[in-house]
């Protein structure tokens, strides 16, 4: 065994994850970009690629974004707060390796422009602190807070080029923030 994740073929899903959902976490506050997934009224899907900044250290796991009330997104977050998020990982280096990626399902939330959390979380890089900076010269911002399910699925983050060539299947892996956050911090009040 090389300490590869193994995919269970009855179920096809990954069963052992070779890495924590602290070291997925580290790697999704690195990025800024990912893309949303809504469903319209009529069950239609929309995607749309949007910035986003992760919870503060210490917090419950969430990401935020920030929008307008008009744009498809957040009028599909408020008729149905179902989503899923995917960061890319790209390989800038082996441009014909498909990248890795981090997605999840989970559930959205319309936040006023003026919540302390999301603004410390846009102020926290520059490329946010920006995106801020111009959607408040807008105006009718709002922020949307994005709380994951259960379940982060990550696909050849953090494998080698050899695990890629080799047995791509074998790179998919599953985390949990509950359970990481709880070993984490195993004096916190739930």
């Given at each position: ?47 749309a690629g ?47 390796v498909p ?49 994951p399910a ?41």
């Amino acid at each position: 065994m090389d300490g590869a994740p193994r995919l269970n073929q009855s179920r096809n899903r990954a069963v052992k994850a070779p890495f924590s959902f602290a070291y997925v976490e580290k790697q999704l506050r690195r990025k800024n970009f990912g893309i949303l997934s809504t469903v319209t009224p009529e069950g239609r899907a929309h995607s749309a690629g949007v910035a986003y900044g992760v919870s503060p250290p210490g917090s419950p796991f969430c990401l935020y974004l920030i929008s307008r009330p008009r744009l498809k997104k957040a009028r599909n977050i408020k008729t149905n707060p179902n989503v899923s998020f995917t960061v890319p990982f790209p390989h800038y280096f082996l441009r014909m390796v498909p990248p890795a990626c981090v997605e999840f399902q989970g559930t959205a939330e319309i936040l006023p422009i003026n919540d302390p959390v999301a603004r410390q979380v846009f102020n926290s890089t520059i490329v946010l602190r920006r995106s801020l900076e111009y959607d408040l010269k807008i105006g009718e911002s709002i922020f949307i807070r994005i709380t994951p399910a259960k379940r982060i699925f990550s696909w050849s983050l953090g494998a080698n080029i050899w695990q890629l060539l080799r047995n791509p299947p074998n790179t998919h892996y599953v985390v949990s923030p509950d359970n990481v956050r709880e070993k984490e911090n195993p004096n916190r009040s739930p």
